[in-house]
C-alpha cells in the first residue's frame, strides 16, 4: 500500500483517552480538534515546570537528495522503537507547510509504517496554525500601508520598508509585486514581495516564544522598517500591531497532540524551512515531552550542516534545552546520488559512487562529533533496491572513520524494525550527561559568526560580501553583536550551488542578503541565490492529489 492507504487503514485511539492513559493528562486540559488530536493548555504546560527533564536526541540527515533520505520517517520509527522497547519516549515533529506538500514532497508525516496520523489533517491544514500565523504575519503589513495612507505620522520610510507578506503555498509570482496601484485611494504605490510563510518571522518567533507575554513582547520588537532618516528602526509595537497579532495566536501557540500508528503520542508544532529558517518545531513542544517523557525524539530540518546547527546555535542557545545524542540518517541511494549517480539509476548496484558519495556522510557525521560536540549514531535507512555488497560496504565505511551504523527498516516494520537503531541511542544517552559545543561564541562579531559557520560547517575558503552588507553588520553589531546567525543557504549541498554533490571544499559562500530578525532573535543571512518563496516543480505533487465523493484524500505521499 501506499503511505496514505497504510494510513487510511490505521486504527487510531480516541487522542483525549490516549493522553489520560499514556501520561495522565485529564481531558479539562485539551482541546480536541475531532477525535484524533487536540490542543495541550498552556496552563497544563506550565503545571509541570517542576518535573524533571528527560533525555533529548536529536534526528538529523546528510545533505538531503531527491532519493529522498527519511528522517521524519526515522524519528517516528525511533520513537516508536523506544516504546516497544519499554521506554516512555515522545516525538516532537514540524508542521508540514502547504508549499512543499504541493510542490514536490506531496506531505511530510513520515511513511510506510513509521508515520503520525491523521495523515491528511496533518498535511492539509491541521489545526489551522500556519493559517493563523500568516494571518497575524500580513495583519502586520496592513497597518503598515494603512498607517503611511492616513499620514505616515511614524516617519515611516516607503523605500526601506522590510517587512513583506506572506502565504502558505509556492508561487514563485509573488516574490516581487507592486502594491497600492489604481490611485491614491488604495494607498501607497511601492514595491512590496510575498515570502512563504514558514519563512515568516512571526512563525520563528511562535516556535521560540516561551509564553504568551514573551510571544507579545517578540511580536512587538518586530522592526518593519526604517525612518526617513534611514537609520531609525520603527517597531510592530509603535504600530501597536503586536497585541492583535498575539491574539490571532491564542491557539497557535499551544502545542498540538496526535498519534503515530502505533498509537504512541506525537508533538507537531510549528513548522519553519531550514534553508531559508531556523528549522526547528517549538520550544513549547520539545520541553513539554521532556516533561511528560524520559525521552524526546526530535527532528531539525534538511542536513545536520542546516536544521542541526540552528538548532544547536539558536534553539539550544535560546532555551537552554540539551541534546544528549544525534542520529543521522542517511540512505545507500542518497550517498550514489552524491557520487554522480542519476536520480534514474539510483536503483542499480553502484560501488563507486556509494563510496565517492560517502564523503557527504563523513563531513556531517565529523560536523556533529567535533563542532557540536555530541556522540552519533549513523541510522542507514534500509530501501527494497539496497544490494547486499552495498550495505557491507556503507557499514564497512561508517566503521572507518569511528561511525556506530545501525541499518534500519522502520519503513516496512515499523517500530520492530528500528529497535536495533533504539538500542543504539539509549546506550549513548542513558550514561552520559548532555554535553555539547555551539559552532561559535556569542560575542564572536556577526561577520565572524557567518565566516565560521561556512569554513568550519560548509568547507568553504572564503566568505564575501558587497560592501553595503558588511556595512549593514557593523552598524547592527553595536545592537544585535549578541544575536545567532540563521543562514538561509541551499540544503542540496554545503555550498551555495544546489548541483556540487559530495563534499565540496575551496568554494566561495557569497552573502547576498541580511535581513535582522529582531523578534526573533537572529541576523538571517542569504547566502547565494537562495529564495524565501519557492517555486513549483514543472510536475507538482497537486497534480497527484485528489478527493473522491466519500471524502477519501489519495495522492499524499
Not at 43 to 63: F, R
Not at 68 to 91: C, F, Q, S, W
Not at 103 to 118: D, E, N, S, T
Not at 452 to 480: N, R, S
Request: net charge negative; glycine share 10%; hydrophobic share 45%.
Amino acid at each position: 500500500m501506499s503511505d496514505i492507504e497504510i494510513a487510511q487503514h490505521a486504527t487510531m485511539r480516541p487522542i483525549i483517552d490516549l493522553a489520560r492513559q499514556t501520561y495522565g493528562i485529564a481531558a479539562e486540559h485539551l482541546e480536541p480538534y475531532g477525535h484524533f488530536k487536540a490542543k495541550l493548555s498552556l496552563e497544563y504546560v506550565n503545571s509541570l515546570t517542576g518535573q524533571k527533564d528527560g533525555k533529548l536526541i536529536l534526528v538529523t540527515a546528510i545533505s538531503p537528495t531527491p532519493a529522498g533520505e527519511g528522517k521524519t520517517t526515522t524519528t517516528v520509527g525511533l520513537g516508536d522503537a523506544m516504546n516497544r522497547l519499554g521506554k516512555k519516549t515522545i516525538m516532537c515533529l514540524r508542521e508540514p507547510s502547504l508549499g512543499p506538500c504541493f510542490g514536490v514532497k506531496g506531505g511530510a508525516a513520515g511513511g510506510g509504517y513509521a508515520q503520525v496520523v491523521p495523515m491528511e489533517d496533518i498535511n492539509l491544514h491541521f489545526t489551522g496554525d500556519f493559517h493563523a500565523i500568516g494571518v497575524a504575519h500580513n495583519l502586520l503589513s496592513a497597518l503598515i500601508d494603512n498607517h503611511i495612507n492616513h499620514g505616515n505620522e511614524l516617519d515611516i520610510d516607503p523605500r526601506r520598508i522590510q517587512w513583506k507578506r506572506v502565504v502558505d503555498m509556492n508561487d514563485r509570482a509573488l516574490r516581487h509585486i507592486v502594491v497600492g496601484m489604481g490611485g491614491v485611494a488604495n494607498g501607497y504605490l511601492r514595491e512590496d514581495g510575498y515570502d512563504i510563510v514558514v519563512a515568516s518571522e512571526v512563525m520563528a518567533i511562535l516556535c521560540l516564544a516561551t509564553s504568551r507575554a514573551d510571544l507579545k513582547a517578540r511580536l512587538g520588537r518586530i522592526v518593519i522598517g526604517y525612518k526617513t532618516d534611514k537609520v531609525t528602526p520603527v517597531y510592530a509595537r509603535d504600530l501597536k500591531a503586536h497585541g492583535a497579532m498575539a491574539a490571532l495566536l491564542k491557539d497557535a501557540i499551544k502545542p498540538n497532540l496526535v498519534q503515530t500508528l502505533e498509537n504512541n503520542i506525537a508533538i507537531i508544532h510549528g513548522g519553519p524551512f531550514a534553508n531559508i529558517a531556523h528549522g526547528c518545531n517549538t520550544v513549547t513542544a520539545t520541553k513539554t515531552a521532556l516533561k511528560l517523557a524520559d525521552y524526546a525524539v526530535t527532528e531539525a530540518g534538511f542536513g545536520a550542516d542546516l536544521g542541526a546547527e540552528k538548532f544547536i546555535d539558536i534553539k539550544c542557545r535560546m532555551s537552554g534545552l540539551k541534546p544528549s545524542a544525534v542520529v543521522l540518517v542517511a540512505t545507500v541511494r542518497a550517498l550514489k546520488y552524491h557520487g554522480g549517480v542519476a536520480k534514474e539509476a539510483l536503483n542499480q548496484e553502484n560501488l563507486a559512487a556509494l563510496e565517492q558519495g560517502f564523503a557527504n556522510l563523513e563531513r556531517h557525521h565529523h560536523n556533529i562529533t567535533q563542532h557540536y560536540g555530541l556522540p552519533c549514531v549513523v541510522a542507514i535507512n534500509h530501501f527494497t533496491f539496497d544490494t547486499e555488497a552495498e550495505l557491507a560496504l556503507l557499514q564497512d565505511k561508517c566503521q572507518a572513520i569511528g561511525a556506530n551504523s545501525v541499518l534500519c527498516k522502520h519503513w516496512a516494520q515499523g517500530g520492530a524494525g528500528a529497535e536495533q537503531l533504539a538500542q543504539a541511542v539509549l546506550t549513548l544517552v542513558d550514561d552520559r550527561e548532555p554535553e555539547f559545543s555551539y559552532v561559535y561564541d556569542e560575542n564572536l562579531g556577526l561577520w565572524g559568526k557567518i565566516e565560521t559557520i561556512a569554513t568550519k560547517l560548509y568547507g568553504a575558503a572564503a566568505v564575501t560580501a558587497h560592501a553595503k552588507i558588511k556595512a549593514q553588520l557593523a552598524a547592527w553589531q553595536a545592537d544585535y553583536g549578541h544575536f545567532p546567525i540563521c543562514m538561509a543557504k541551499t540544503q542540496m549541498s554545503f555550498s551555495t550551488n544546489p548541483n556540487a554533490k559530495g563534499a565540496p571544499t575551496g568554494h566561495t559562500i557569497e552573502i547576498s542578503e541580511v535581513r535582522l530578525a529582531n523578534g526573533a532573535g537572529f541576523i538571517v543571512a542569504i547566502a547565494g541565490d537562495m529564495m524565501t518563496m519557492p517555486g513549483l516543480p514543472k510536475v507538482p505533487a497537486a497534480e497527484r492529489i485528489d478527493i473522491d465523493d466519500n471524502g477519501v484524500i489519495s495522492g499524499l505521499f
